[in-house]
């Protein structure tokens, strides 16, 4: 359940104009990922004991998780990329909020 919110969150700020489309694609990706897992952690508890077959998932997970979320998600959303959402260009800088805020006659343009 948790994957599944993550991934939801983090994919929903990277894509706006098919975002349904884009979570669908991620959420197929936590899916296949439990349904691989599991005749795993299967093999693991029949062939070893059942606390050492869930600590080594645990210490796999936690591992290769981490991992991949930082290599692919360091940064949550494009901008701190220097990138827009949809992969869209820039086409004229924003002001500032703390620009508008000092000088409100930008409002009034």
Known sequence: M?????????????FIKKRGIAIEISTMGVSFGTIALTPLAGYIVKYNDWHYGFIFLGITFVLIGVSLSQLFMGRINPESYGLLPDG???????????HVVKHPSHLLE
């Open 2 to 14: 948790h994957g599944v919110l993550v991934v939801n969150s983090s994919v929903g700020k990277w």
């Open 88 to 98: 869209d260009r820039r086409t004229a800088k924003a002001p500032e909020a703390d």
